[in-house]
């Protein structure tokens, strides 16, 4: 008996181990905490949706994921091992590289090394014992983010004892706070204080204005040719006589008046402040259709935006026909042979049965709407684009009343003979060409993700506005990249061509029909908007209007924010301050005053030590950050009000100290004593 116990008892102290262990495969934890740098992780598959290959060698388990990635795990001392094989998937093109870390408690326990395109993957084993939190990161290498598509392949960690997978994911629950007050119940006019028309063109604009309803618009010395209706404060009509206008706007209601000053340029300049509205890809994707654009259009008014001075609501791709029939296509969809007209005119898919109608009816709400195209034969989405109809199609985009046209790079790079500047160039000037001959102010937006450094032409060849960078998501490390890369991009920007860092990615996003809220946390959101308006960029709502709640609301509708992006000076925000994850940015403002933004992003961005990419703490941090008037070049006293709170902080001298929050901002309007 004896003898079988002992035997018993060897067993159980041989196998205990094993019993008491448990693998768990990364691809199914909640991957929504992982951060990356375009699109949204992948469980089994690429960034881009394909199988995982790296080298040549396929992999049926792991994670597609883009630099700059990260994803913190609560190991809590349980870890045992961790095995991966990781690479450079082989969707990337020679321009990809990434490194990877894998850090323990802030310590680096392993890291790659560079790795490119045809690199075989590299094997990770590294013991996890006593560890308590685990990052894995996915760096740039150093040399941006482009076609940074990494992958961790049969990435799995051994536990011990029974684990709760859910709990594994760190996260840090944040609670959405509204700093924006209601608004008045006062009349108050939200409008940009200048707008630009060519002679002969029409005329819409809508009076924005906060207030209780009813309210009566007004507008004084308004030139001949314009028409007020003074229920709705919608501006129609045409002036033919080139100059400056000074016009007096004014909204009553039972409360009061409110009087505005606005100046119509007549001349050869558009888009004088940057463009504000909604665009549909970032929400709806392929399923967007002309009942989706209605109802973003119907939202705009519902939710009050137009109030505040939104205006566009624009149609991203998939509106035309898709030159190959097999593609998903609604049944009674257009299909080959019918992208155009016998005139060569472009045609709609069944989607938009009636373009002039849809355009009306975006117009009757005093909004205006906006297209999308490629200089090459197909769109992103693989849809009809402009190519060698140019013309024509400048004519279709003004005879069915469009006011905006997003020209997208897309197919185009597979026509262009080179990556000259000139190659860069000639697609747009083309268009632009044809948008002169056309009896219609159409806004030009250029998209071909800042290559050539297009910032420094893209006036040049009469763009409007021009995308800077890569596709935006909703993940911190791909929004911040994006905005405080801005920096330098600055004495390219103003009145009439603006940098465009791309979309808003608040509310609900998820291009196409499954969305999903944000992944950035308030405070991110808060950075996200402010620093889009210092840097006087395009804002442009990616989110579904017709479900956006209260804190997304409060985001779009502080019309002190807004006034910072469409000051009427236009001058874009410079760097003046970056050190230890600290940034401070400035903006001179048409008033004399300046807007400020005090930001903590956590990462230095000079030392970049790989285990700053993460915040270990449970509870966000907050740091300090102290600006000086000589940062400012002003001299002695200094008032200072908080814009989004929309509230006075009082009168300052020398410096101003905040307490900003991790990832988080501190907007303020910094005025001399003497203005």
């Given amino acids: 008996m004896r003898k079988i116990i002992f035997t018993v008892l060897l067993t159980l102290v041989f196998y205990f181990p094993f019993i008491n262990s448990q693998t768990i495969w990364l691809d199914k934890l909640d991957l929504s905490s992982m951060s990356s740098g375009w699109n949204t992780p992948q469980a089994d598959k690429s960034i881009a949706g394909n199988p995982l290959t790296i080298a040549g060698q396929k992999f049926d388990r792991g994670v597609g994921t883009h630099s700059i990635s990260t994803f913190l795990l609560n190991l809590n001392g349980k870890g045992k091992r961790f095995t991966a094989e990781v690479g450079l998937d082989d969707e990337a093109t020679s321009q990809g590289s990434v490194e990877f870390y894998i850090i323990g408690d802030k310590k680096i326990l392993w890291k790659s090394g560079v790795m490119r395109k045809n690199d075989s993957a590299k094997k990770v084993d590294i013991d996890i014992s006593k560890i308590k939190k685990l990052g894995l990161l996915v760096t740039d290498a150093g040399d941006g983010l482009d076609y940074d598509h990494a992958d961790w392949c049969n990435a799995k960690l051994e536990m011990t004892g029974n684990v709760n997978s859910t709990s594994l994911v760190a996260s840090i629950k944040h609670k959405p706070y509204i700093l924006t007050p209601n608004p008045s119940d006062k009349p108050r006019i939200n409008s940009a204080k200048v707008f630009g028309v060519r002679p002969g063109h029409p005329f819409l604009y809508t009076i924005a204005a906060t207030g209780k309803r009813p309210m009566t618009f007004d507008a004084e010395y ?41 100046k119509i340029s007549v001349g050869n300049t558009i888009c004088l402040t940057p463009p504000m509205g909604w ?210 991009h600055e004495k390219y920007s103003g009145p009439g061509h603006w940098n465009d860092p ?55 509708s502080n019309d002190e924010v807004l006034a910072v992006d469409q000051d009427p000076l236009g001058k874009q925000a410079s760097r003046i301050f970056n050190e230890s994850g600290k940034q401070i940015w400035s903006k001179d403002m048409f008033d004399g005053s300046k807007a400020v933004g005090l930001f903590y992003t956590g990462v230095d961005n000079k030392a970049k030590d790989p285990a700053d990419y993460f915040n270990w703490n449970k509870i966000p941090t907050k740091e300090k950050i102290t600006l000086t008037a000589s940062e400012l070049g002003i001299t002695g006293k200094f008032k200072v009000r908080d814009l989004w709170r929309q509230r006075d902080l009082g009168t300052f001298k020398d410096k101003y100290t905040a307490e900003v929050p991790y990832h988080g901002v501190i907007l303020i309007k910094v005025t001399p004593k003497n203005k």
């Fill in 222 to 262: 308004l030139p001949v040719g314009l028409l007020l209706n003074k229920k709705t404060g919608i501006i129609t009509g045409m002036i033919n006589k080139e100059g400056n206008y000074e016009v007096k706007l004014i909204a009553k209601n039972s409360l009061g008046k409110a009087e505005s000053k606005f």
């Fill in 279 to 488: 665009n549909s890809w970032n929400c709806w994707a392929e399923a967007v259709d002309a009942d989706k654009v209605k109802a973003a259009a119907d939202a705009m008014v519902k939710t009050g935006l137009i109030n505040h001075g939104w205006t566009y609501i624009n149609i991203d791709d998939c509106w035309a026909i898709k030159p190959d029939s097999h593609v998903a296509m609604p049944k009674d969809s257009l299909t080959s042979g019918d992208q155009r007209d016998k005139d060569g005119m472009i045609n709609a898919n069944k989607k938009f049965p009636d373009m002039p109608a849809l355009t009306k009816y975006v117009h009757d709400k005093g909004l205006k709407i906006g297209i999308y195209s490629s200089p090459g034969p197909l769109t992103c989405a693989g849809y009809t684009a402009c190519y060698q109809h140019e013309q024509q199609d400048a004519e279709r985009f003004a005879e069915w009343g469009f006011d905006y046209l997003k020209y997208d790079w897309c197919s185009y790079g597979n026509i262009a003979k080179d990556k000259t500047l000139e190659t860069y160039q000639e697609p747009y000037k083309v268009m632009r060409s044809a948008l002169d001959k056309v009896d219609r102010d159409i806004v030009y937006s250029l998209c071909q993700y800042g290559m050539g450094e297009v910032w420094k032409w893209g006036d040049s060849v009469g763009g409007n506005l021009w995308r800077t960078t890569g596709d935006i998501n909703d993940s911190w490390s791909n929004m911040s990249g994006i905005g405080f890369n801005q920096a330098g």
């Fill in 502 to 556: 791309d979309m808003l990615v608040v509310g609900l996003v998820g291009w196409g029909p499954s969305l999903h809220p944000t992944r950035l946390t308030p405070d991110e959101q808060y950075t996200h908007i402010s620093l889009w308006c210092l840097l006087d960029a395009p804002l442009l709502i990616g989110c579904d209007l017709s479900r956006i709640d209260k804190f997304t609301l409060s985001l779009l």
